[in-house]
């Protein structure tokens, strides 16, 4: 269990990331400039509690969350948690103005006409985000022309919402908010970053958080989100691969992929050659790498190549919903998060698969973040795999922020 310990012990609230492999916890306050990080935390997920992105064991997980609290001398009644995967759906949509009361009554029926799960077992959430120029048809007149306004659409199974109440009940929680993992973690790298969001409004940023379970890709501007995409292909999936070539255990498995770069992919003199090592004149390869370590990084490549396949996809989906040449089209850089994206040379080789500036996402990295008291070896170790439960954190206050700044 990783554990470190801050010097303020305040009664408040948490950020919590329920993910299947790891349980993660943030606790930040507000600060007349910006923020300060008071406590951060994470253990084991139980195993087999979580599946699919929905809490299958609420006990377990409660009980693995009151320890986690405990152990850390965390001090918060309430929390905030997020839901996400495949089941959830982020969309924007385009419907015929109307007041949010009245959408609020017909969201219902307005929902069912873009998703194909059943209305009836899901929740439904909503944020109007502003109105859509419309062009009249021809030999419309222009004031008669249908107003309509750009609505982001939120749909979640029952089941998935249910449990994490249920749970953080279960370890004596107020459930604050359940919130989608793509909102708390543009929270934390840009809505409460200045630096970031001025970056942000020069190009789209795609955000690809590599989790154990899955992937998740964001595609994210100053307007908002644009495209949110769940890729099948991330940590679970490149331990059973190493695990198949070495024939080994799973915890072997874990640890032999990290120990691999994917730098050396990037020296050999073929790009088609995953075979080969590369060597220098008069060099040998067993020099460079070891059989294990070749046999690793052979085996990972094929899952890696695949998912920047499809990421690139998802870039190239987005850019055909643009005019040829248009800014807006154009992702400008990736940022990548999540556990899984710490493998040896793993943004550099993206970068150069796909043609993008490829960087860490780092809340802290934020000059209105004080970090100055948990020490700089956890934040470089752990800083990857904060941003949801960072973004977390920060939502109610946040959220107070901006009803004052209105």
Same mark, same amino acid.
């Given at each position: 269990?990783?554990?470190?310990?801050?010097?303020?012990?305040?009664?408040?609230?948490?950020? %919590?990331?329920?993910?299947?492999?790891?349980?993660?916890?943030?606790?930040?306050?507000? +600060?007349?400039?910006?923020?300060?990080?008071?406590?951060?935390?994470?253990?084991?997920?139980?195993?087999?509690?979580?599946?699919?992105?929905?809490?299958?064991?609420?006990?377990?997980?409660?009980?693995?969350?009151?320890?986690?609290?405990? =152990?850390?001398?965390?001090?918060?009644?309430?929390?905030?948690?997020?839901?996400?995967?495949?089941?959830?759906?982020?969309?924007?949509? +385009?419907?015929?103005?109307?007041?949010?009361?009245?959408?609020?009554?017909?969201?219902?029926?307005?929902?069912?006409?873009?998703?194909?799960?059943?209305?009836? =077992?899901?929740?439904?959430?909503?944020?109007?985000?502003?109105?859509?120029?419309?062009?009249?048809?021809?030999?419309?007149?222009?004031?008669? $022309?249908?107003?309509?306004?750009?609505?982001? %659409?939120?749909?979640?199974?029952?089941?998935?919402?249910?449990?994490?109440?249920?749970?953080?009940? %279960?370890?004596?929680?107020? $459930?604050?908010?359940?919130?989608?993992?793509?909102?708390?973690?543009?929270?934390?790298?840009?809505?409460?970053?200045?630096?970031?969001?001025?970056?942000?409004?020069?190009?789209?940023?795609? %955000?690809? =958080?590599?989790?154990?379970?899955?992937?998740?890709?964001?595609?994210?501007?100053?307007?908002?989100?644009?495209?949110?995409?769940?890729?099948?292909?991330?940590?679970?999936?490149?331990?059973?691969?190493?695990?198949?070539?070495?024939?080994?255990?799973?915890?072997?498995?874990?640890?032999?992929?990290? +120990?691999?770069?994917?730098?050396?992919?990037?020296?050999?003199?073929?790009?088609?050659?995953?075979?080969?090592?590369?060597?220098?004149?008069?060099?040998?390869?067993?020099?460079?790498?070891?059989?294990?370590?070749? $046999?690793?990084?052979?085996?990972?490549?094929?899952?890696?190549?695949?998912?920047?396949?499809?990421?690139?996809?998802?870039?190239?989906?987005?850019?055909?919903?643009?005019?040829?040449?248009?800014?807006?089209?154009?992702?400008?850089?990736?940022?990548?998060?999540?556990?899984?994206?710490?493998?040896?040379?793993?943004?550099?080789?993206?970068?150069?698969?796909?043609?993008?500036?490829?960087?860490?996402?780092?809340?802290?990295?934020?000059?209105?973040? =004080?970090?100055?008291?948990?020490?700089?070896?956890?934040?470089?170790?752990?800083?990857?795999?904060?941003?949801?439960?960072?973004?977390?954190?920060?939502?109610?206050?946040?959220?107070?922020?901006?009803?004052?700044?209105?």
């Amino acid at each position: 269990m990783a554990r470190w310990k801050g010097v303020f012990h305040k009664q408040g609230i948490i950020g %919590l990331d329920l993910g299947s492999c790891t349980i993660k916890a943030a606790q930040v306050e507000p +600060t007349r400039t910006g923020w300060r990080l008071l406590q951060v935390a994470q253990s084991p997920t139980p195993s087999e509690t979580i599946r699919d992105g929905v809490i299958v064991q609420p006990e377990e997980v409660a009980e693995a969350i009151k320890r986690l609290l405990r =152990d850390n001398a965390f001090r918060a009644s309430a929390a905030v948690t997020a839901i996400a995967g495949a089941p959830v759906i982020v969309r924007q949509v +385009t419907l015929p103005k109307m007041t949010e009361a009245m959408l609020r009554k017909t969201i219902r029926y307005e929902a069912s006409k873009y998703v194909s799960t059943s209305i009836e =077992d899901s929740y439904i959430g909503f944020e109007i985000l502003g109105d859509v120029e419309h062009a009249p048809a021809e030999g419309e007149q222009p004031e008669n $022309a249908e107003k309509q306004m750009q609505v982001l %659409l939120v749909v979640a199974p029952r089941e998935m919402v249910d449990a994490q109440i249920r749970t953080l009940e %279960l370890a004596g929680l107020e $459930a604050l908010a359940i919130e989608v993992e793509a909102f708390a973690l543009f929270r934390a790298l840009f809505e409460i970053n200045r630096t970031a969001m001025e970056k942000l409004q020069e190009r789209p940023v795609a %955000l690809v =958080d590599v989790g154990a379970s899955y992937t998740n890709l964001y595609i994210v501007s100053n307007g908002g989100f644009f495209l949110t995409r769940t890729i099948p292909i991330a940590g679970d999936a490149f331990t059973q691969t190493v695990q198949a070539a070495l024939h080994c255990s799973w915890s072997e498995a874990e640890k032999f992929k990290h +120990t691999v770069d994917f730098r050396q992919l990037l020296k050999r003199r073929s790009s088609r050659s995953r075979a080969s090592v590369p060597t220098e004149e008069g060099e040998s390869s067993s020099e460079s790498t070891s059989s294990q370590d070749e $046999a690793v990084l052979k085996a990972l490549q094929g899952q890696v190549d695949e998912l920047l396949r499809e990421i690139r996809r998802s870039l190239h989906y987005y850019q055909s919903q643009f005019p040829e040449g248009s800014s807006q089209g154009q992702v400008g850089s990736l940022v990548i998060t999540g556990g899984s994206s710490r493998l040896g040379g793993f943004a550099e080789y993206a970068s150069a698969r796909l043609g993008l500036e490829v960087e860490p996402g780092d809340p802290f990295n934020n000059p209105d973040f =004080d970090t100055a008291h948990i020490s700089a070896e956890a934040l470089q170790m752990f800083t990857p795999v904060l941003g949801i439960a960072v973004g977390l954190a920060v939502r109610e206050a946040f959220a107070e922020r901006q009803r004052h700044a209105a």
